[in-house]
């Protein structure tokens, strides 16, 4: 079966410009995460998405993230205005709805802001 | 070899050899625990995962270890492999009902021919 799909896998972009990241979750996957890794870093999270329920952006860094989740599954993280401190990886993971359920991670986006 | 997590984030050891990397995590109330490897240009992949109701569990080559008096996990492999080099981090579930994984820096493992 298919694992978490990411597009793009690297993305450059000019600081200032948008840009959307992709998620597809593990088909039957309930919750859908997304973190962000730094070069050398551990991961940090950003937004939790479970079910019908109101998302998690306790770790969105400023208003200009945002993410939203159609029909229960496909997830779009959209960065406005991008800044160079906004390069890394962008890690999207999804778990079934049952506690304590690992993660499933994709294999990210680079984004690389010049 | 043995590492101890953010304080020596490298470990080398021959193919062949036993590995132990080392993780100290944060929260006493924590209930759920999960090693991850991840190797370059690519996400981190699920290798095990342990209930802070059990001290032990063992996988394929890996055994992972609980120790909740001093909030800390090891992670053990057994005759390491080339294909095992590669970082390995360890993340905590802090969010009771919820599931918010916090995650270690990370240690490097390298397996010398």
């Known amino acids: 079966g298919a694992g978490v799909s990411q597009s793009p896998s690297n993305k450059v972009t000019e600081k200032g410009k948008d840009v959307e990241l992709r998620c597809d979750p593990i088909?039957?996957?309930?919750?859908l995460y997304w973190y962000r890794q730094s070069l050398g870093q551990g991961l940090e999270f950003l937004i939790y998405f479970q079910g019908n329920s109101a998302p998690d952006k306790s770790g969105l860094p400023s208003d200009r993230f945002s993410a939203e989740r159609t029909g229960g599954s496909v997830s779009t993280l959209t960065i406005q205005r991008t800044q160079q401190e906004d390069s890394a990886v962008y890690l999207c993971a999804s778990s079934l709805k049952k506690y304590n359920s690992p993660l499933h991670f994709g294999n990210g986006t680079r984004l690389t802001v010049t | 070899g043995e590492s101890v997590g953010l304080h020596l984030p490298t470990l080398s050891v021959q193919e062949g050899d036993n590995s132990i990397i080392n993780c100290a995590y944060s929260?006493?109330?924590?209930?759920?625990f999960i090693w991850y490897k991840q190797e370059s240009g690519k996400g981190p992949q699920f290798i095990i995962d342990i209930r802070s109701n059990m001290d032990k569990r063992q996988g394929q080559r890996v055994t992972v270890l609980l120790n909740k008096t001093v909030k800390h996990l090891s992670l053990q492999i057994a005759a390491t492999q080339p294909g095992d080099s590669a970082v390995y981090f360890c993340?905590?579930?802090?969010?009771?009902?919820?599931?918010?994984?916090?995650f270690g820096q990370g240690t490097r493992l390298t397996i010398n021919p």
């Open positions: 993340a905590e579930n802090m969010s009771q009902g919820a599931q918010k994984l916090v």
């Open positions: 929260n006493s109330a924590s209930d759920y």
């Open positions: 088909s039957g996957h309930t919750a």
